[in-house]
């Protein structure tokens, strides 16, 4: 069973910068896709950034310029740095990837990780 762990959540003031990593573990044989996404109560998650294995991104409009995605594929961890960030950044931050594991022979899991919460506030 694969899993996701992140970390790098907290408290920032508006303006400031945060960074969030998320490792995978299990029997990985690879990692496809990875990406982060955010949610807010009342609102639909949402994917913030996603990075290929290729090292290939795509961001969501509202981060554009200020956060960045990346990866270290032999440390099966995805990396989000957050710059200038805004209050409508607060969110939990998710990691999800979808990774190839060790199984019959191999299975394919869209997994989560639990979740990291950012808060932007003075």
């Known amino acids: 069973q694969g899993q996701l762990v992140e970390s790098g959540g907290g408290l920032v003031q508006p303006g400031g910068s945060l960074s969030l990593s998320c490792a995978a573990s299990?029997?990985?044989?690879?990692?496809?896709?990875m990406g982060w996404y955010r949610q807010t109560p009342g609102k639909e998650r949402e994917l913030v950034a996603a990075?290929?294995?290729?090292?290939?991104?795509n961001y969501a409009d509202s981060v554009k310029g200020r956060f960045t995605i990346s990866r270290d594929n032999a440390k099966n961890t995805v990396y989000l740095q957050m710059n200038n960030l805004k209050p409508e950044d607060t969110a939990v931050y998710y990691c999800?990837?979808?990774?190839?594991?060790?199984?019959?022979?191999?299975?394919?899991?869209?997994?989560w990780g639990q979740g990291t919460q950012v808060t932007v506030s003075s």
């Open positions: 999800n990837a979808a990774i190839f594991l060790l199984g019959s022979p191999i299975v394919l899991r869209n997994t």
């Open positions: 299990g029997r990985i044989v690879s990692i496809n896709d």
């Open positions: 990075i290929t294995r290729g090292g290939s991104t």
